[in-house]
C-alpha cells in the first residue's frame, strides 16, 4: 500500500471541502454533525451546500484525523488550534491539534489534526491507519 493518498475536492457555493480517505479513520464525526451534507450512501457523499459554511467549517474541525479539511470561498482556511495539544489513546495512538508539521515520506506537510501511529506498524506512517495495535 502507497503512502500516498489523494485528496478529492467537493466544491460549494461558500466553503469546499477536501476529503483524502487514506487517512479517515471512521471516527464518523462529520455523519453524526450534519448528515445532510456527509451521507455515504449517496454520491457524491458530501454536499458543502447543504448546511451553511460557518457551520459545515465547524463540524469538519471535529474530524480527528484531518482527513477532512475546508477552505472558504473567500479564502479563508481553518486556523490551528493554540497550544497545540498531544493526547495518547488507550491504544497508543497520538491525536494531534494545533500547528503542526509533519514529516511524512512524500515530503513535509503542514496539518492542523492528525492521528499519529503510536505503534510504528502503519502502513501510512506516520499517520495511523489501525492496522496495527495502537490502531486497535
Not at 1 to 22: C, D, H, L, N, P
Not at 90 to 96: I, K, R
Amino acid at each position: 500500500m502507497s503512502g500516498r493518498s489523494e485528496k478529492k475536492a467537493y466544491e460549494g457555493q461558500s466553503i469546499t471541502v477536501t476529503f483524502e480517505a487514506g487517512r479517515c479513520l471512521h471516527a464518523a464525526e462529520c455523519v453524526r454533525g450534519l448528515p445532510e451534507v456527509f451521507d455515504t450512501a449517496e454520491r457524491p457523499w458530501i454536499q458543502p451546500d447543504n448546511a451553511t459554511a460557518d457551520r459545515l467549517a465547524e463540524v469538519v474541525r471535529r474530524c480527528p484525523s484531518g482527513a477532512l479539511q475546508y477552505q472558504l470561498a473567500d479564502g479563508g482556511a481553518e486556523s490551528p488550534d493554540r497550544p497545540t495539544r498531544i493526547t495518547r489513546g488507550s491504544a497508543g495512538q497520538l491525536t494531534v491539534r494545533g500547528e503542526l508539521r509533519v514529516d511524512t515520506p512524500e515530503g513535509p506537510r503542514t496539518e492542523t489534526r492528525v492521528v499519529l501511529c503510536g505503534c510504528g506498524q502503519s502502513r501510512r506512517q506516520p499517520y495511523c491507519d489501525h492496522s496495527g495495535p495502537c490502531g486497535q
